[in-house]
């Protein structure tokens, strides 16, 4: 498939489902992949740097509640999201650009399918955003 | 400790508009403890400022520091070392250190970064309560250690007011009433008599009824000041 | 003591006494109080006059009591700590005894959370005890710093209030010895219901020794109105009303009359307690009730009159000074004092020697004798008015008579136990039309009693000829055409068209020609501020709300640019305590709300649809989001005007739901809500992801309204982004206390510039009217036809609710609504 040129930050842990690359090819975008020692590592900063280098969206993956390697890190991760969501807003982005998804550790379908949902409503985000200029 | 609070986002954006390299500078003191201008702060302040620069096609230089306290002027004696390097600084720390950054630096212009809200004790993550408003009289050896300067809303001293239901203020419906509490309290003590007497009106001016408040201890300070 | 108030010397000869409140107005009209004193003359001993209270801004305490000085009734003057320092309440009390103020009552006062400038600083420098231990020293020749008073001393029988049911209970009577030590001599009580409690704090008094050393006067309020108990019930803090006043209210069929004889059973009942000296009437913007209660009471005459010598008096005025030019007034009073303007100065003259013979006292007579002089001309205008409004009335009056409806109905076998059971009424329009019998099939050899019922209807809704039929007395099945109810899933054949609106009959004369004898700015105010348009949905069938630039309906005024719209409500799931009279419109599509959306749009002509989702509440079926999500997605896929969704009102899981709707009608710009302070955050939030506009719903309260207003713009929300759903009242269960939050709500945004109140009012009137026991009730002698009563009902909560404000009406029947519009065309002719 080709890409449409829109560019999506992947920030996820890394136990957090081996999917890679190769598997979200299916998604049109151009995707960046970045991997920490767990979700709860994950800094607000990192989510607002992506949207700077250029992200349209970022999905901050982790793993479900109950299942994380270091017992509450994607809990934590989630609440971070809520704080990132809070600053883009104040700057004029929608919120809905710093998602947070929880995916099942061995599921890789389950990981792609979010990130497809993801990647539809950053589309439409941007498709309206087109429209406004 | 002083709790603080991240201002909007568009005022400092609003502040710094017309420069090109700013320092966005923390404290390690009280800020930094209620997590609105540590370390972790000021990289996410420098990044959104970045964030919302490069948005508006007007890229912008953030230098990034923390000092030990800004209600120090030793301790602020780094600064020289950025302030011909950048166009203004967003401070993080409470109203003090900007003050003093203001006073001591009168050529640096400086931005608050976060509304200084009050003195607080932190109850849970990410949760923060008044219990002292620093009026200079301190009472609450008379009220079992509970502030009513601080924590009722009328400042009563001869409360509670009408509006005391289920132990809760009328005025916060999620806070509880404390002149409630202290009778509580001193009931339990035995020493409710002591709510008996009338509490006289208050002297304001230890509150800053009397102008600025200045603190001066001879036994300790040298050189006359200097 | 020199110059003991008519109220301390009464206390002390042991008399029971009586005093009333007067809660000054909020603008700078004298006559309104000196109306209400009028009222209250000879029926009270004196009259207290609140100090801005619960921190609204008022005309002054101590000017008020300067006024109802003038109307001969002597005014207890209450002071609270909220807006002075120590030496504004000082000077004020020294002013207030130069005048001649006597009674001072000492309160801490209502936080300004509660008043209309929440962003004032709060001063409490001092509290009520202090405050009372202050003016006992005025008493005494000192000030509060000790310093001796040189000269007169002021003086003032000190009163305090306490609420002998706010918490901690039994430290309740402590304070009050505290107020009694700080030099309080009577006490008003908070208002009291609870009268067993209020007895055990009188003992808990009497132990204390409190009885001896001051006067305490219960507080009385009587209830206006079921809504009115109900609000003091579970909005006011410290204020107990138990449950059996409630009962009593509701159990009444005139509630004001029960509220007065409520607050007689509770005076009675007080004056048995030892130690209750006296009663203080508080009825609120209720003023007249007060000379009934205190008949009733046996209270009436009251002993003596207060004998105190006004300040001053201004009567009597030349009514030629409106007419002449200003500028030769204001020189002819340069040149002489007072009597040039005032034909008689009443008792003493105002001391006009030195610096108080300044402008600003001329300035002030001036502006009295102006006053005065207009409002006689007010009042001729307004009794024109009156008239031509008698006509009008008159001509409604003849058509209603002239259009008797006679009806045939079918009564309920009495002995009928189970509710379910209705047999269908169906009302005759046309001679030709075969009257349906719907009797269920459940119990159809239950006999059935046919009677004939002639049925003077209120309004002119029903246009039917009289006619007589006689059902026989067989088996109902035979005849059944149609089973509603039961089961659903039949088509139903024939349409239920038994109710058909007439028009209006009037003839209609413009205000131009009803008006022609009144000078145009008599009555002309026009509206200084607008409410914003708020636009609902998306594309060509895009409706818009708000827009009015005047009172509704004044178009003489102001404009009402989008009318006044209406939305037919449809439920997510099949609703369970629909009337039969309502149900049958819709019982054919209660299984599919998409069906029912199509149908209100179809054939109702609906311009708007409301969706409840009532089955996603948790105290119902609580119903998962995802339900609601998807029936709303059935619903905007069969509709295109445009939609409202209104969520179950619960707060928490309307953040739920909401947000996954939301998702769904994004791109339709449609409403939702019901947002509350509790979740104002997340669905403002979600809200403005969207773009869309919201409901903002507040417990019936201006001042609450306007918080959640600011609240919802704090967080980024523009104000042509909200409706405010004032939580209405249906007619007989709060509707006059809904108009009277709406007519406020609607007057400070029109006329007081209150900009955050310039918003739209969306009233969701078929939940309200519907869930009534009215509505509910068959057919019968007492209560008339079923169907005809629910809709008036309807539509007089509807159209009653328009003339307050309302932009939006979310209602049920069909017929309700086209009598509505029916009623507003005829309306808007002007």
Redesign the interface.
Known sequence: MSKNGLKLAILCCNYTNLSDREDFLEIPVNLEIKRFPCSGKIEITDMLRALREGAKGVMVAGCLPGTCHNGRGSERAEKRVLGAQKIIEEIGLESERIKMFFVDRLDGGDFIEKAKAFYKDILNLELKEREKK | MIIAERRPIPEILANIENYEKVLVLGCRGCVAVCSAGGDREVAIMAEAIRLARSLQGKPIEVLEATFIRQCDPEYLEPLKGFKDEVEAVVSLACGVGVNLIADLYPDVRVYPGVDTTFYGANLALGEWVEKCRGCGDCIIDKTGGLCPIARCAKNLLNGPCGGSQEGRCEVRKDMPCIWHEIVERLKARGELERLMEIWEPKDWRPAGGDGLRVRIREDLRLNGGK | MEGKSHLESLLEAGKFVVTAEIGPPRNADPEVIKKKAKILKGYVDAVNITDCQTAVVRVSSMASAVLIMSEGLEPVMQMT??DRN?IGIQADLLGASTLGIKNLLCL????P??GNHPEAK?V???????LL??VKGLNEGRF?NGEEIKGKRPYFFLGA???PF???FD?RP??L??KV??GARFIQT?IIYNVEKFRKFMEKCKELGLLERVYILAGITPPKSLAMAKYMKYHV??LEVPDEVIKRLEDAKDKKEEGIQIAVDIIQQVREIPGVCGVHIMAIEWEEAVPEIVKRAGLYPRDGVPEFTPPFVVEKVVEKVVEKPVEVIVEKIVEKPVEVIVEKVIEKEVPLEGEMADEKIFTLIEILSDLKASLKNIKAGMESLEEGIARLEEEFLKKKEARPVIKEVVRKPEEKPKPEVKPEVKIEEKPEVKVEVKVEEIKPKEELKIEEKPVVEEKPIIEEKPEVKAVPEEKPEEKLEVKPEIKPEVKIEAKPEAIKIGGLKGIYRPLSERAKNIPQDLYLEKATGEIKEVVIGKGDKVIKVGGVSGLNFHFFEGEMRNGVKFALEILDVKPEDWPESLAKYYSDVFHDPALWAKKCVEEYGAEAVCLYLVGTDPNFLNLPPDHAKKITEAVAKAVDVPLIIWGSGNAEKDVEVLREVADIVGERGAVIGPIVEANHRTLA?VAM?YNLPVIASSPIDVNLAKQLNILLENM?LSLDKILMDPSIGALGYGLEYTYSVMERIRLAALFAQDTKLQVPFICSIGKEVWKTKEAGLPTDDLMGEAESRGILMEALTGVTLALAGGDLLIMRHPKAVELCKELFKGLSLS
């Not at chain 3, 801490?108 to 936080?111: I, P, S, V």
């Open positions: 700590c909220r120590r801490t006062g209502d936080h959370k509660f709060p409490f420098d001092l509290d009520s005890v202090q231990r202050l509060e209030a306490e609420n706010a918490e901690p430290f402590y304070r010895a505290k030590n700080a908070q803090p410290g939030a992801g980024g």
